[in-house]
């Protein structure tokens, strides 16, 4: 029986990739403070691998819209039962005014709650360099959402090599100089002043011990894990403590 601490479902709209839903669900379990099974946060999870490519449909042009079938999944899971919905994807939040509008509970919104926490850090120069998919640069996606706490976002140089380095973990492979790539590209970031790196990824938060440890990280899936306890406690879906 689900404890009074933990009464809200929280539906996860997943499966883009399976890997980075399972590490939502897995950083969850481990942020959450428990005593025994029933304190745990209660979720229904549709890790639908068949949305279509975000990297397809964002960056060449050439594939379907995900958009419908994330409504599709968010209707689902709000008939299942969930109070709230997150998205494990940081690029799929291109879609999150559809999917808002098609159900009557709230999505926590991944790119919101992450600009605001980043907003109460201290950042000498205000700026955050960002490692995502070139994706969320083309979306504008965290730009906009920091640009309203007056934060400056900056991108690598080499999109295509952050490219390359989320298929190759898409492809399960952790190796063929991801690492280097990602290190790379952050000393870039550093280097133009940014005061905290970004993981904007979730196929890079699955690679977060590649980075070095002279870096201010803030990886947003850890920032949706903690939106969803605090939704699942008590409701406040934007009280990040």
Do not use: W
């Amino acid at each position: 029986m689900v404890s009074e601490k933990n009464n809200n479902k929280v539906g996860i709209l997943g499966g883009m990739g399976p890997e980075a839903t399972v590490l939502l669900m897995a950083r969850i379990i481990d942020l959450t403070d428990v005593k025994d099974d029933s304190d745990h946060v209660p979720l229904v999870v549709d890790s639908n691998t068949k949305v279509p490519s975000r990297i397809k449909a964002l960056i060449e042009k050439t594939g379907k819209s995900p958009g419908p079938i994330l409504v599709e999944m968010a209707k689902g899971l709000e008939k299942s039962g969930a109070k709230a919905l997150a998205m494990p994807c940081n690029t799929a939040h291109y879609y999150a005014e559809m999917i808002k509008e098609s159900v009557d509970i709230p999505l926590l919104n991944m790119i919101e709650l992450t600009a605001k926490e980043i907003s109460k850090q201290k950042l000498p120069s205000n700026k955050v360099g960002i490692l995502a998919s070139p994706a969320v640069e083309i979306t504008r996606l965290f730009d906009d959402a920091l640009s309203s706490y007056k934060i400056e976002a900056l991108y690598p140089s080499k999109q295509s090599q952050m490219l390359k380095v989320i298929r190759s973990i898409k492809e399960n492979n952790k190796g063929n100089g991801v690492c280097e790539i990602i290190n790379s590209a952050a000393t870039e970031l550093n280097e133009k002043g940014a005061d905290i790196i970004l993981i904007a990824c979730s196929e890079l938060s699955l690679v977060l011990d590649c980075l070095q440890s002279s870096y201010v990280v803030i990886d947003s899936m850890d920032v949706l894990s903690k939106a969803v306890i605090n939704f699942s406690n008590n409701g406040r879906q934007f009280n990040l403590k």
